[in-house]
């Protein structure tokens, strides 16, 4: 079964402290995604990785960057967090191609304050 | 851009009863994706398909692309059913999903 680790379930951080969320997928997938969960918003994406080092924004990319340095691991980088990007993230991997069904992991919950 | 449009967005049954919830969608696509959502947040994939009807269980999803509408039936359904049904596309050529907002589904014993 596929197994996508996300480094923490709940975080507090500060305004403006740059902020580190950990993706880890164990089944060799090419492709990983970072997402935010609002209410009333549903899922959005914010970046997509294709490749080691290969990216492409999403629908809401500012205010973050991602790094993916190896195959397995997906960081998404909050440079000055601000109260607003106060969310649910989640992370997901998949196979390249099209109608490849997505795997989550269990998500962050993350609180700037 | 796409837009995704789910219905209900929240919807309470009894136990035993047969649930509908559908979703439309305005672009051509390539898949369309049911996902699951349990309170604790992990996300499931539960069908994804580009035409005719696939059933796992209790669950049966539907799809017409000539009408571009998609819908998921849960026969029988049971507390543990109690979840957010969230429908998903892939537009044509391209990988990334665009969802839509979620149905909240409660199933009283």
């Known amino acids: 079964d596929v197994k996508v680790t996300q480094s923490s379930r709940y975080l507090v951080k500060r305004t403006g402290e740059k902020v580190f969320l950990e993706c880890v997928q164990d089944?060799?997938?090419?492709?990983m995604f970072w997402y935010r969960q609002d209410p009333g918003l549903g899922l959005r994406l914010i970046y997509f990785?294709?490749?080691?080092?290969?990216?492409e924004k999403g629908d809401i990319p500012e205010g973050y960057s991602v790094s993916r340095e190896k195959k397995e691991r997906f960081s998404l980088i909050l440079e000055s967090a601000s109260t607003n990007q106060t969310s649910m993230y989640l992370c997901?991997?998949?196979?390249?191609?099209?109608?490849?069904?997505?795997?989550f992991g269990d998500g962050t919950r993350l609180s700037i304050l | 851009k796409n837009e995704v449009e789910q219905s209900p967005q929240n919807l309470t049954a009894q136990e035993g009863e047969f649930i509908t919830i559908n979703c439309s969608y305005s672009v051509g696509i390539s898949a369309l994706h049911w996902l699951q959502q349990h309170p604790g947040g992990g996300i499931v994939s539960l069908f994804m398909l580009s035409s005719g009807k696939k059933k796992h269980g209790r669950l049966i999803a539907t799809i017409n692309i000539q009408e571009k509408h998609s819908s998921l039936h849960i026969t029988a359904s049971h507390p543990r059913d109690s979840a957010v049904y969230i429908c998903?596309?892939?537009?044509?050529?391209?990988?990334?999903?665009?969802f839509g907002k979620g149905t909240k589904l409660t199933v009283n014993p």
């Open positions: 089944m060799d997938h090419e492709n």
């Open positions: 990785s294709y490749d080691v080092k290969m990216k």
């Open positions: 998903a596309v892939e537009q044509g050529g391209s990988e990334k999903l665009v």
């Open positions: 997901a991997s998949s196979w390249r191609g099209y109608s490849q069904p997505q795997h």
